[in-house]
């Protein structure tokens, strides 16, 4: 099930991005899709998850306050990740990921997630 990444870039601290997550109709319907981010140095991060069957969107602590919003489009067989007020913190490569298991913060582990992107590089930086 390919999904593909794109959307990063430089951004300015305080800045915002969208970060798209593209594949087919039929994989969106069946699969729930979840976004992750890997750090230099660092482990990949959950970040949200979006249920494909009832739209539900679930956070990790480490983002809450929204300054990250995860939606689903289904006209355009996209999930987007819109990153607001972006820290230099950000900075890493995201990624986005199928699942069949998105009902809690509690399932944003890689684990639960089977097929990922290649991952798209944001940089947060003056």
């Known amino acids: 099930v390919p999904v593909v990444e794109s959307g990063g870039g430089l951004v300015q601290p305080g800045g915002s991005l969208r970060l798209s997550c593209a594949s087919s109709k039929t994989a969106l319907d069946y699969y729930h899709i979840g976004w992750f981010r890997q750090a230099p140095g660092k482990e990949r991060e959950g970040i949200a998850c979006v249920n494909s069957d009832n739209g539900e969107a679930y956070y990790a602590d480490s983002v809450k306050g929204r300054r990250f919003t995860i939606s689903k489009n289904q006209y355009t067989s996209r999930v987007y990740l819109q990153m607001d007020d972006l820290k230099p913190e950000g900075t890493a490569v995201y990624y986005c990921?199928?699942?069949?298991?998105?009902?809690?913060?509690?399932?944003?582990?890689?684990?639960?997630?089977?097929?990922w992107g290649r991952g798209t590089q944001v940089t947060v930086s003056s």
């Open positions: 990921a199928t699942s069949h298991s998105c009902l809690s913060h509690n399932h944003l582990r890689s684990e639960y997630f089977g097929y």
